[in-house]
């Protein structure tokens, strides 16, 4: 049974920094692929950052190229993405995901890679 449980979202100022984290347990443990995904009341879920087993190849949106970094630690245990500079644009919900597959890249990446995904985290950013 796959299990992601994201945390540390919540309110913040623009200009601001967060550091949601993600428990991986269950199925998790046998991705080659994590990252984050994100959904603003409205719009598609859409990918934010992804990272391969064991922490190699950090992959971002453009949207968020430069601001966020994405880690993983504990073998695969706990996911990070540490956001800075937040703008009121990412404010959305924040989905932890995992995939059986390598990380893809360029275009929808996220929807050939991150099959699975759990309870998200709230980031509100304000003006």
């Known amino acids: 049974q796959v299990q992601l449980v994201a945390s540390g979202g919540g309110p913040v100022q623009a200009g601001g920094s967060l550091r949601p984290s993600c428990a991986a347990s269950?199925?998790?443990?046998?991705?080659?692929?994590m990252g984050w995904l994100r959904q603003s009341p409205g719009t598609e879920r859409e990918g934010a950052a992804s990272?391969?087993?064991?922490?190699?190849?950090?992959y971002f949106a453009d949207s968020v190229k430069g601001r966020f970094t994405i880690s993983q630690v504990n073998a695969k245990n706990t996911l990070y993405l540490q956001m800075n500079s937040l703008k009121p644009e990412d404010t959305a919900m924040y989905y932890c995901?995992?995939?059986?597959?390598?990380?893809?890249?360029?275009?929808?990446?996220?929807?050939?890679?991150?099959?699975?995904w759990g309870r998200g985290t709230q980031v509100t950013v304000s003006s």
């Open positions: 269950g199925y998790a443990y046998n991705s080659k692929c």
């Open positions: 990272i391969s087993t064991g922490g190699s190849s950090p």
């Open positions: 995901a995992a995939g059986p597959s390598a990380c893809r890249y360029g275009g929808s990446w996220w929807l050939s890679t991150l099959d699975y």
